[in-house]
């Protein structure tokens, strides 16, 4: 089972208060004025997307106070980034020991969970994520403890424990009160239950996050959960009712013009034309599918095509 062709639960959350936050920190400092400045152009230069230029400003940040948080989390987080996952670790590690206030802590455990995560120290990743469940509880804050719950519940099922990644993702769905991040939590519980090949309870929950997804007019959404759903019908054995789900999913995603998602729908009609026997057509997709992975740079997944373009190859030998 491609994991990476299903629609994983993504939610970020990051700085957008902490410039506010650091006024405290700031008031400690000579020159407080200029600090205020320099968190604000390290933290507005982070969201831009200048991460580069946010390092050079938090090194500036640290040399006028080396005790600086809000420094260290903006370094950490530009340094993630730019792909630095263990300096990145170190800084927020650093800044662990130094921060005093909830926001603070709630930020850096926020990101050291998702780190470790990043380089597959789960038991770290899990570690965090419970500081930051425990921490976001106390204060009665719904956003990250829905956070904390859904990286629980990917951990989880990267390690094949799918009832526990089950138990956390409806636990996050009962704190959930935005209809949009209850449409991908009701995907990825879906997706739970396509790797346990149990297709008539992953159908269930798509169809509940489809019936969001229209209400909301999100059209990408929409027909990515479409695809997740034709599959699942494959899955079930349903291969009409799968055809016809995958023909309207892609061609809604040509009109959005998505090529990654266009390329897990060649790939689902690739299985379908597969478990029909139609091997030459499964082919065919399955080029389609790499072709397009290529366009986007997802290297993991024209590696695994290419294996499956070999193994059916093989078959019709």
Request: hydrophobic share 40%; net charge negative.
């Amino acid at each position: 089972m491609i994991r990476t062709a299903l629609r994983l639960i993504i939610i970020s959350y990051f700085l957008g208060f902490m410039a506010q936050q650091c006024l405290g920190e700031a008031a400690n400092t000579k020159e407080q004025s200029s600090y205020e400045i320099l968190i604000e152009k390290c933290m507005d230069l982070y969201q831009s997307g200048k991460y580069e230029a946010a390092i050079s400003v938090a090194n500036e940040l640290l040399a006028k106070n080396p005790n600086s948080v809000v420094g260290r989390i903006c370094m950490g987080s530009s340094l993630d980034e730019l792909g630095n996952s263990y300096d990145a670790i170190r800084y927020f590690k650093e800044a662990e020991e130094l921060a005093e206030e909830n926001d603070h802590l709630i930020t850096i455990y926020n990101r050291l969970s998702d780190l470790y995560a990043q380089i597959r120290e789960f038991d770290k990743a899990i570690y965090y994520n419970n500081l930051l469940l425990n921490l976001s509880r106390s204060i009665h804050n719904k956003k990250e403890q829905i956070i904390a719950l859904t990286r629980l519940a990917e951990i989880m099922s990267e390690s094949n424990k799918f009832q526990e990644s089950l138990s956390y993702y409806r636990r996050a769905l009962e704190l959930e009160d935005d209809p949009a991040g209850k449409a991908i939590i009701l995907n990825a519980i879906a997706n739970i239950y396509v790797w346990e090949e149990k297709a008539n309870e992953a159908i269930v929950y798509y169809k509940q996050a489809l019936d969001i997804e229209q209400k909301l007019n999100n059209t990408i959404a929409f027909a990515q959960t479409m695809l997740n759903l034709g599959n699942a019908y494959r899955i079930a054995k349903e291969y009409k009712k799968s055809e016809d789900i995958l023909t309207d999913a892609m061609q809604r995603l040509k009109e959005i013009k998505d090529e990654y998602w266009e390329a897990v729908g060649h790939r689902y009609i690739a299985w379908l034309y597969r478990d029909l026997n139609k091997k030459d057509v499964a082919l065919v997709h399955l080029q389609m599918a790499k072709t397009l992975y290529e366009k986007s740079h997802q290297l993991e997944e024209v590696e695994s095509v290419n294996e499956e373009i070999s193994q059916l190859k093989n078959a019709k030998r």
